[in-house]
């Protein structure tokens, strides 16, 4: 939610895509942010996106998620 018009907010959104999509990577297969959207809800079972990082609610533990260059 934002009190500012929708051609600001676009703006701002699609620079956030570029960015996910072109310095981090991100698969062009899936929306980055829709999918963080969802890792919150309850209704996903195996996974959670906490504020202190990804969580597997299987093995009740946090998942790595640093990027490991060989």
């Known amino acids: 939610m934002s009190d500012k018009n929708i051609e600001c907010i676009n703006s ?38 906490t504020d202190k990082g990804l969580f597997d609610v299987e093995k009740f533990e946090f998942i790595d998620i640093s990027c490991k260059i060989k």
């Open 12 to 49: 701002k959104f699609s620079k956030l895509v570029d960015i996910a999509y072109n310095s981090l990577k991100v698969s062009r297969e899936i929306d980055p942010f829709l999918t963080l959207a969802f890792l919150a809800l309850p209704v996903i079972p195996n996974i959670k996106l």
